[in-house]
């Protein structure tokens, strides 16, 4: 019996295969650009359960209408082999097989056992993270790494995924912390960058988010599609700070100019920096077309509802409105009969906000604003970071302002100004709402103050 880098035992007699399963772990929780290795494994030891089930997370991370029957494969050869395989393989073999059959919430209760009798086990830690992330639960999220914490402290990716929980469940100062500890750990750890990041964009630091994350950019060349994302957070704070050129810069760059066009997260980055830009006010040209060029085989796919949002936008805001149509009626069907779990959040929450990111992209504002209006408060279950969901608030903000809804946009805008006091946007779009709503000195008040921020 063989063990691999945290000590877990791993039921093969190949050294070979160990090490390619060390490997695979390496890229996995370091956000790295060959996590295939793990097919080295299963061709090194075809009867490892263990590298045949990291082989089918491999294809279920594609987040695809085939990962499914790519996976089952692997999935079948492990199974064969369950008889020979130890606990912990056991148990994660059921995780990633639940996963597979699309029954999340049975597989965060194999990832849950894991942490408890095996906490060294970050691959499926990390995982479990993943599933909470997407099904919107942050506590859940936060608490399966608080469970596995104190058998991991010497390890920086532990601290890099404690900071992200943290942001999520809005606890900011432990998250920084935890994230820079992180990184003074491994200067090599995009996770951990990225959870920095998230509390700097949260709190309005823009200069600092831009100093931090392009004074650690080096590292993300050996990333796979992480390097897209990170660099995304650096196009918002160019964003915020009106720094429109550079944000678009970083868009030809760094997000779609380096993106894979065909992977998921690399498309919704490019999507939401888009639109991000167009409510700017900046000319995109052909860019929606070149990316709606890539989505036609998502139409019916419906692996997450945070996906299908944005593709469904692309789609309509590229003109690919026969496409839109067809994807909008199959993820209202889709809605309707999701499993009971998640039929909650694909029903009452997805399609609404689909239907009014429709309407939005086809400039019919007031379909848009009531629509997006039922969803806002429940968005969180579609899953996605505060920062990714705000894009949805952003576009109905930009409804109420083009509907001349002052007063409902004015209670939005004080709400963001109160936590993001250096965005001069907010200000600027504060000042108009109160000039148009009679209240001259408070408009006069927000437009020296966009006016002072725009200047620094």
Not at 45 to 59: E, G, K
Not at 120 to 129: A, E, N, W
Not at 315 to 327: K, V
Not at 346 to 369: I, K
């Amino acid at each position: 019996m063989l063990r691999d880098t945290q000590g877990l035992e791993v039921t093969t007699n190949s050294p070979e295969a160990v090490g390619a399963i060390n490997q695979f772990a390496d890229q996995l929780l370091g956000y790295g650009n060959r996590p295939e290795i793990i097919l080295s494994a299963v061709e090194a030891d075809p009867t490892s359960v263990l590298a045949n089930t990291h082989a089918a997370a491999l294809h279920l991370f594609a987040e695809n209408g085939s990962a499914a029957s790519e996976a089952e494969p692997y999935l079948q050869a492990a199974r064969q082999q369950l008889a020979n395989a130890n606990q912990r393989e056991k148990l994660y073999f059921s995780a990633i097989e639940s996963w597979a059959q699309a029954e999340v919430d049975r597989a965060l209760v194999y990832h849950e056992q894991l942490a408890e009798q095996f906490p060294r086990d970050l691959v499926s830690v990390q995982i479990g993270q993943y599933h909470y992330f997407n099904l919107g639960q942050s506590q859940g999220l936060l608490q399966l790494i608080e469970k596995v914490l104190p058998a991991n402290r010497e390890n920086h990716y532990i601290h890099g995924m404690l900071a992200f929980g943290l942001e999520q469940c809005h606890r900011l100062d432990e998250a920084e912390v935890a994230g820079r500890r992180a990184t003074e750990m491994n200067r090599q750890d995009p996770w951990a960058h990225h959870a920095v990041a998230h509390v700097m964009e949260t709190q309005g630091r823009l200069d600092e988010g831009i100093a931090w994350m392009e004074s650690l950019a080096d590292t993300w060349e050996n990333c796979g599609t992480f390097y897209t994302h990170n660099w995304w957070h650096v196009a918002l704070y160019y964003l915020d700070r009106e720094d429109l050129q550079s944000a678009l810069r970083v868009y030809d760059r760094h997000v779609w100019g380096r993106a894979c066009k065909e992977y998921s997260q690399c498309q919704i980055d490019a999507i939401a920096l888009l639109l991000r830009l167009e409510l700017r006010g900046v000319e995109v040209g052909n860019r929606w077309q070149e990316i709606s060029a890539y989505l036609s085989n998502r139409l019916h796919e419906h692996v997450l509802p945070f996906l299908d949002l944005q593709y469904l936008y692309a789609l309509a805001r590229s003109g690919q409105d026969e496409q839109a149509t067809e994807m909008l009626k199959s993820l209202q069907t889709y809605a309707a009969q999701a499993k009971p779990y998640i039929r909650p959040a694909w029903a009452e929450v997805a399609a609404p906000m689909a239907r009014g990111l429709v309407a939005h992209a086809r400039g019919d504002w007031s379909t848009a604003s009531a629509e997006i209006q039922t969803a806002l408060p429940r968005l969180q279950e579609i899953g996605g970071s505060h920062a990714q969901r705000d894009l949805f608030e952003q576009v109905y903000l930009d409804t109420l302002l083009r509907l001349e809804h002052n007063a409902q946009a004015r209670v939005m805008l004080e709400k963001r100004a109160r936590t993001r006091n250096q965005i001069p946007a907010i200000q600027r779009a504060l000042a108009t709402t109160y000039q148009k709503s009679g209240l001259q000195d408070a408009a006069e008040q927000a437009a020296r103050r966009a006016e002072e921020l725009s200047r620094r």
